[in-house]
């Protein structure tokens, strides 16, 4: 029997998500606590993460309500050590492969992932950049997966920690695109989404996307709607100023 475990997390969040999933991959019991990232509580940052930051896991320790954090507990943060963590913790769940050449696998994809996919990720969506050099990263993390006659995943046919490490950034994305919402000009979302998800370039990781969107775990930890409203409130700003500089421009 494992030690109690409280998570603490925002569904707005890509990175608590991630932690989400690895606890319900792995049939965790756990407590979950909503932190509202624009009006955190003054507790939190003392007595659970001083970065003040999601998410935090705090582990072991008495069962106590979450918002009184007690200080028997073990307190955990930064997403991918707390995917790790759980995959330590329900080795069962295989969230870290057995195999040490597919684990090391999964390290490298994660790191791509961080290196690669998510620097170019925030160009588009937050600064309204030119979506190629996003496309190009896309396209680099596509061809580390394997062909899908070796596997659905990102290392095989189980569900890993690589997986995990870009499911809720993928997850977001298809929300900005098919909704067209971000900092760059009107329709440039739903262009994007087009090209991607039903364009050749990226046949193979729309296929893989739909897998992972096909886990129940993922079913219970996503919520597109509060993503959309959170999102679209963030950019409608950046989006109106776009079309006031291009009407003074065409004045």
Known sequence: ?????TLYTAKICPFAHRVELALEEAK???TSYEIDLKNKPEWYAPQVNPASKVPAIAYGGPQVAPDQPSPDSVKLAESLVLVEFVADLFPDAHILP????KRARARFFIDAVTTRFLPAYMGPVARGTPFEPFWDALEFIQALLPAEAEGTYAVGNEFTAADIAIAPFLARMEVWMRHDIGAYPAGEGHKAAEYFFHGPRFARFVRYFEAIKARESFKVTFHPEVIQNTYS????????QLAMQAAATKA
């Open 233 to 240: 409130a963030r950019f409608k700003p950046m989006r109106e």
């Open 28 to 30: 965790a019991g756990f």
């Open 1 to 5: 029997m494992h030690e109690q475990i």
């Open 98 to 101: 057995a195999d040490p050449v």
